[in-house]
Every structure is written in C-alpha cells, then in structure tokens.
T-cell receptor, first 112, second 113 residues
C-alpha cells in the first residue's frame, strides 16, 4: 500500500524558476527519502532526511521535514530542463529493514 | 564502484509461464529490495533480503518469490504469469538498514502477453 502522497501530481515551470513538491505520509517514520526517475528508468537517490532532522541541503535541492504534520517538501532552485523527471518521496518505516513505501510521484516538466 | 545491475533488461513472456529476474547489488551491500512499478499502482514493495534471509515482505501473492545468495546477488521469480504482472521490476541495494540510502538498478521491463 502507498504511504506517501505527493502534491502536486504534475508541475510545469520555466527554466530558472524554483519547483516545490510536497509529500505527506500517514504513519511514524524512521526517515524520508526523495528520488528522481527519468521516463521509466531506475530511480536516482537525491536526499535522505532522518526523523530527527528538519532541513537538509544538497546542491540546488532543499528538503524539509515536519514530523508533527507528517509532511516533507522538496525544493529545486534555479531549475534546468534536465530536471524534467518524476520525483518520489519514500518513507522508511523500520529501523532494521528496508521496507520503503513510495508515493505516486510528482511529474515535473521544466521548459527551456 | 559499479552500480546495481539487473538482468535481463527486457523480457516478454506469455500467460502461465514463469520468469526469473536477477539483481547484482553494489559491492559491499548486503540488503536487496525488490519493487514493482506499474502506471496504475505505482511503486510497490515486494520484499527485502538481507544476508540470504527475507526480512520483510509486501502484500503480493505467493506467486512472487525471491532468494539471495551468499554473494548478496538476488533473484526474483514469478510463477504462473498473469497479464497484470506486466511491469517494471526494480531492485535496490543498500548497506543494510533503513537509515541508509537505497541505490536502484535500471529495472527489468516485463511484458506478459
């Protein structure tokens, strides 16, 4: 069953703009991870944020986590056409296993 | 370091047949997880293996099974294929616990006719 739900389902922006995607989940988590997928290919890991962290940065990516609201956001700054992809959040439920539940994803299109 | 590899990349089978997919994790990774991705259901967790033992299992019928070898390579088997089994099957490896990132392979695209 799905755990996370991304919002919006689709997002279209111009190159240079910022893109914000949100993820909500239902149960307590150990960590939350964001992945990118290009057109039915494998997923690329972007950022992992642990439940005791509130914000994390990696290059043009910024992830926030609010465990009280059971939500996370992914911000991509100064977007590029190459950022066009589907973005998924995944929640890690267990501490000793990799049972991860993915949301349905946000389809981001960055127009040149 | 080589990434996660999956073989074959594409596969076409007919209903009722069985199929075996293979996944080789990143060197040193002991955990291998399998996921099924379809347009309708999205990414769904199948099962995870760690040190040759199944640690967790998703909500899939018994036709879906797997195993892991001593070198951490993993295979997934689907018996009595159904049309609905057509999907992209992804495997992911990690060092071992949910506090580590999972690294995904390119996937095996299975088409059942």
């Amino acid at each position: 069953s799905q755990q996370g739900e991304e919002d919006p389902q689709a997002l279209s922006i111009q190159e240079g703009e910022n893109a914000t995607m949100n993820c909500s989940y239902k149960t307590s988590i150990n960590n939350l991870q964001w992945y990118r997928q290009n057109s039915g290919r494998g997923l690329v890991h972007l950022i992992l944020i642990r439940s005791n962290e509130r914000e994390k940065h990696s290059g043009r990516l910024r992830v926030t986590l609010d465990t009280s609201k059971k939500s996370s956001s992914l911000l991509i700054t100064a977007s590029r056409a190459a950022d066009t992809a589907s973005y998924f959040c995944a929640t890690g439920l267990g501490y000793n296993n990799n049972d991860m539940r993915f949301g349905a994803g946000t389809r981001l299109t960055v127009k040149p | 370091k080589a990434g996660v590899t999956q073989t074959p990349r594409y596969l076409i089978k007919t209903r009722g047949q069985q199929v075996t997919l293979s996944c080789s994790p990143i060197s040193g990774h002991r955990s291998v997880s399998w996921y099924q991705q379809t347009p309708g259901q999205g990414l769904q967790f199948l099962f995870e293996y760690f040190s040759e033992t199944q640690r967790n299992k998703g909500n899939f019928p018994g036709r879906f099974s797997g195993r892991q070898f001593s070198n951490s390579r993993s295979e997934m088997n689907v018996s009595t294929l159904e049309l609905g089994d057509s999907a992209l099957y992804l495997c992911a490896s990690s060092l071992g616990t949910a506090t580590y990132e999972q690294y995904f392979g390119p996937g095996t695209r299975l088409t059942v006719t």
